[in-house]
Nanobody, 121 residues
Framework: QVQLVESGGGLVQAGDSLRLSCAAS??????MGWFRQAPGKEREFLAA????????NYADSVKGRFTISRDNSKNTAYLEMNTLTPEDTAVYYC????????????????WGQGTQVTVYS
């Protein structure tokens, strides 16, 4: 069992950067990822990273602008988001699964509760 708690969301201006954190507890050796869900839209995969950090996967919509990373000594994953726009406004979710393909496919075993990111112009 893995418990995930996101933090770092908030209200920012367009063009700003923001870093989200996902603190994990419970079992180890799992892939982690980030998703978001905007009002009236389906949940969208953003990025995933292997336990080792040696492999990452990004959605085309955020590639080059968002960066996923992890610090296993702190059991924490991060999502660095740059050049934010109002279209990035959403609830951002952290997820984890023993297999990265399950994260990429949107079927991870564990989800966090989400953190709101609001970008104003």
């Amino acid at each position: 069992q893995v418990q995930l708690v996101e933090s770092g969301g908030g209200l920012v201006q367009a063009g700003d950067s923001l870093r989200l954190s996902c603190a994990a507890s419970g079992r180890t050796f799992y892939a982690m990822g980030w998703f978001r869900q905007a009002p009236g839209k389906e949940r969208e995969f953003l990025a995933a990273i292997l336990w080792s950090g040696g492999l990452t996967n990004y959605a085309d919509s955020v590639k080059g602008r968002f960066t996923i990373s992890r610090d296993n000594s702190k059991n924490t994953a991060y999502l660095e988001m740059n050049t934010l726009t109002p279209e990035d406004t959403a609830v951002y979710y952290c997820a984890a699964d023993p297999k990265i393909i399950m994260v990429v496919d949107g079927k991870p075993a564990w989800w966090g509760q989400g953190t709101q990111v609001t970008v104003y112009s």
